[in-house]
């Protein structure tokens, strides 16, 4: 983390600021008290630092109502303070296979700033009604106080959601909350729905998570979606795009999550081509969804092998200052002009910023960030978030060399990942691990598939050698 410019601990300047915090603050008599409403956070089993609640309402003509309460950072978290320096400096927790580094202190991000179990917080609400046809309309933002009846986990609601396992005891214990799931499941749905016929991609790539037996390493599992993390996902998505279109019609600037027009469309072009299928010859987000949700369709065990491919290929989001009469680029993953990130200000600096701005359009002040400001910080939040990033993938890489290293001179099936002038780079499959191609990687790109022996490990900088051992195959051949 020091390598990359990120600060690993809190200083003592950051602790005895901690030492003075007192609880969340009390709202104002004006802010609405919704603490009445089934409100109710999906997150993993083990998060504590919690940033939104969700809760539906049914109204007339197939319509719902859905309400996102995201946690009050800033009312904890003053511009300026030292808490908020260290934030700024690192604009993201960094969750690695060893620890997790918090960019707020645990005091806060777990306790006094989430939006803890069973406990009243005040929030910032974004309200939106998803029409029948899933089209968005009435949608605004304002303070409120809150309070979570129910701490649930992705897992446990997905089960339940999809009719595999009973229904999870924490929404049994509050009367009404599983009808509301429910309701809120199939206003997601409809969101769904409408982003991809507008040409949002489905993509479903392999996450492997370190899976450790005491101090010792056993294996690498793969994260999979589920409905109760598309339902949060799906409602997020929204609350992020109602917040970017409201911030722009007050007058103020925001700071754009974007992905621009992917640079590497050709290739994309080619790996339709390899399995019979035409994509246009310049990027066009519709034709590609349509692609690959004819393909999932088709070759679901080899999906995730695309997916991967094309994520690479569309290359990474960036922050962006949006200031007024200067329109940012969309978001061409989720085919979406307007998007923010203001859903997660306990994880991630730039929903901070989001939410000062937010409150200042409120409250009818003048904006936390001046113009140069706001450009400036798109520019470091990104570039931290890279830092992140790598950090994460490196002490990732660690995990996987530490598994790997009984296993010098075995064969695997892989993929091909990256292909650049600095070196090439290929995940196998079981183990889900990514190395580079140290030999034999000539005439090979994003999307081939081969057969690699590993040669060499180092645990400790994270390195996973492998030479090519056979042909690369293309398209509808197998691995």
């Not at 949060?232 to 700071?255: H, Q, W």
């Not at 307007?338 to 939410?355: C, E, G, K, M, V």
């Not at 780079?425 to 590993?454: C, M, N, T, Y």
């Amino acid at each position: 983390m020091l390598d990359r410019g990120l600060e690993p601990d809190f200083s003592a300047e950051v602790m005895a600021e901690l030492a003075r915090v007192g609880a969340p603050p009390t709202p104002a008599a004006a802010v609405c008290d919704l603490r009445q409403l089934s409100w109710s956070s999906i997150d993993n089993d083990d998060s504590l630092d919690l940033d939104q609640l969700t809760v539906a309402q049914a109204l007339p003509g197939g319509a719902v109502r859905v309400l996102v309460a995201v946690a009050d950072v800033d009312s904890l978290v003053v511009k300026g303070s030292a808490v908020d320096a260290h934030a700024q400096k690192n604009t993201t927790s960094v969750y690695t296979a060893a620890e997790i580094f918090p960019m707020l202190p645990e005091r806060l991000s777990t306790d006094l700033s989430s939006l803890a179990d069973q406990q009243d917080r005040p929030a910032v609400v974004v309200e939106m009604t998803v029409r029948e046809d899933g089209s968005l309309e009435n949608a605004d933002l304002y303070q409120a106080l809150v309070h979570n009846h129910a701490k649930l986990a992705y897992n446990q609601v997905a089960a339940w959601l999809e009719g595999d396992r009973p229904m999870p005891e924490a929404v049994a214990a509050v009367p009404g909350l599983d009808v509301n799931l429910r309701l809120q499941d199939t206003a997601a749905q409809k969101l769904r729905t409408v982003r991809h016929e507008h040409g949002a991609l489905d993509l479903k790539t392999i996450e492997a998570r370190a899976v450790f037996d005491a101090d010792q390493i056993h294996d690498l599992a793969v994260e999979e979606k589920n409905r109760a993390k598309e339902l949060i996902e799906d409602l997020m998505i929204a609350a992020n795009g109602v917040t970017a279109r409201f911030l722009a019609r007050k007058g103020l600037p925001s700071l754009r999550r974007v992905v621009r027009t992917p640079k590497r469309w050709e290739r994309i072009v080619e790996l339709a081509a390899e399995v019979g299928e035409l994509l246009p010859a310049e990027p066009d987000a519709r034709s590609l969804a349509l692609f690959l949700a004819r393909r999932q369709a088709a070759d679901p065990r080899r999906f995730p092998d695309l997916s991967l491919a094309v994520v690479k290929l569309l290359g990474r989001g960036e922050y962006i200052a949006e200031l007024p009469g200067r329109p940012a680029p969309g978001h061409f993953g989720l085919s979406v002009k307007d998007y923010t990130h203001s859903t997660a200000p306990n994880r991630r600096f730039p929903d901070l910023i989001t939410q000062r701005l937010v409150k200042a359009a409120l409250t009818g002040t003048s904006p936390p960030y001046g113009a140069d400001q706001l450009v400036a910080l798109a520019t470091h939040c990104t570039v931290q978030e890279d830092a992140a990033n790598k950090v994460e993938r490196q002490v990732g890489k660690s995990a996987a060399a530490l598994l790997l290293s009984s296993h010098v001179g075995e064969r695997f099936d892989a993929i091909v990942t990256g292909a650049a002038a600095k070196g090439t780079w290929v995940r196998i499959f079981k183990p889900p691990a990514e190395g580079k191609l140290v030999e034999g990687s000539a005439g090979l790109d994003v999307g081939h598939r081969l057969q690699v022996q590993l040669i060499r490990t180092d645990v400790e900088r994270g390195f996973i050698d492998f030479r090519r051992v056979g042909g690369a195959s293309r398209g509808r051949t197998g691995r």
